[in-house]
């Protein structure tokens, strides 16, 4: 079992930055992939980014160039650096664990609300 909790979120100006983390339960040195997502209203929840076991990284849609996905295996954390936020940003993001061949794949966080707003 895997729990994650997620904070950082709040309210900031458009432009502005923020840091999200993800506090694990277990040691995510083990975990396979590790994702953040995000949800705004009446839309579907899309991926943010992700980061595997060995760091490497990738990123979706518009947050490329303005979003950092890293972790800390010492700490067992995972973070979002945000940056250059925008209105469109606003959502509730969740942190995700994913082991794509066990019988339970995903874990999730009970997510953090962001809103960019002046």
């Known amino acids: 079992q895997v729990q994650l909790m997620e904070s950082g979120g709040g309210l900031v100006q458009p432009g502005g930055s923020l840091r999200l983390s993800c506090l694990a339960s277990v040691d995510i040195s083990g975990i396979d992939i590790m994702n953040w997502y995000r949800q705004a209203p009446g839309k579907q929840r899309e991926s943010v980014a992700s980061i595997d076991s060995g760091g490497g990284v990738s990123y979706h849609g518009s947050v490329k160039g303005r979003y950092t996905i890293s972790k800390d295996n010492a700490h067992n954390t995972l973070y979002l650096q945000m940056s250059s936020l925008k209105p469109e940003d606003t959502a509730v993001y969740y942190c995700?664990?994913?082991?794509?061949?066990?019988?339970?794949?995903?874990?999730w966080g009970q997510g953090t609300q962001v809103t960019v707003s002046s």
């Open positions: 995700n664990a994913h082991y794509p061949f066990a019988y339970v794949q995903d874990y």
